[in-house]
């Protein structure tokens, strides 16, 4: 059981236009880059995304968006990226915000294959409005829906060619919970090994949930905003 694509670009070409995907990550950290790369060169469009941000304008998704290939963003905030907020309050792209912890639970819920769940959080706010509710021990509550996709791409430190994934330290975050909430999960990592290699008691995501796994390569790795204490 061989897992391992070519390339970015081999994974790319498997998602059509039109795709719901799921991009692991939480602002630049632990963002699966070569696949963003690859479905940018390729021009897959009118794609929905699920992703906690968008990125930064030069740099992951930032990238999708400045080439107009992503018709809906499902997402926590708008965060650092000036032309994901430029388009989201000119209208030129569809936005779902939704709070990061609903979000987390919603993706989680996908995975766990639970139809959906009552959360106190939003209620009363925009985020609620034409969603079900109801008072459970008397506190009210929303229902929310799994957010489930077509494709997760997740970002991984190692894995070897049964998918199995290892994660390194903050950039585990999205990933994991991501990985078990598409129909077809690409798995990009910094070190692909062999079946054996890696110790089964530290497998965060087990290859079963795994379709497609590359070896990444030329990482950036870029800070947000870099802070340096003085002196």
């Not at 979000?103 to 106190?120: K, L, N």
């Not at 997740?154 to 991501?178: C, E, I, Q, S, W």
């Amino acid at each position: 059981m061989n897992k391992v694509l070519p390339s970015a670009a081999a994974a790319a070409a498997l998602i059509p236009d039109g795709a719901r995907i799921l991009v692991g990550g939480f602002g630049l950290c632990g963002i699966p880059e070569n696949l963003i790369l690859a479905l940018r060169e390729r021009g897959t469009k009118d794609l929905t995304v699920i992703s906690n941000n968008a990125g930064v304008d030069d740099f992951g998704l930032g990238l999708l968006l400045k080439t107009r290939q992503i018709r809906k963003m499902i997402s926590t905030y708008v965060g650092e990226n000036k032309e994901f907020e430029r388009q989201y309050l000119t209208g030129e792209i569809e936005v779902e915000l939704v709070p990061q912890g609903t979000f987390s639970e919603r993706v989680r819920a996908a995975g766990a294959g639970i139809t959906g769940f009552f959360t106190p959080t939003a209620y009363g706010t925009l985020v609620s409005e034409g969603k079900e509710t109801r008072v459970i021990d008397e506190r009210p509550c929303v229902f929310e829906k799994p957010l489930h996709a077509d494709f997760a791409l997740v970002r991984g430190y190692r894995g070897d060619r049964h998918g199995n994934l290892v994660y390194r330290k903050t950039a585990r975050n999205f990933n994991p919970v991501m990985a078990t909430a598409a129909t077809v999960t690409i798995a990009e990592v910094e070190q692909l090994v062999e079946p054996g290699e890696i110790d089964p008691e530290t497998v965060v995501t087990p290859g079963i949930y795994v379709k497609h796994i590359i070896q990444g390569d030329n990482y950036e790795k870029r800070i947000e905003k870099r802070t340096v204490r003085e002196g």
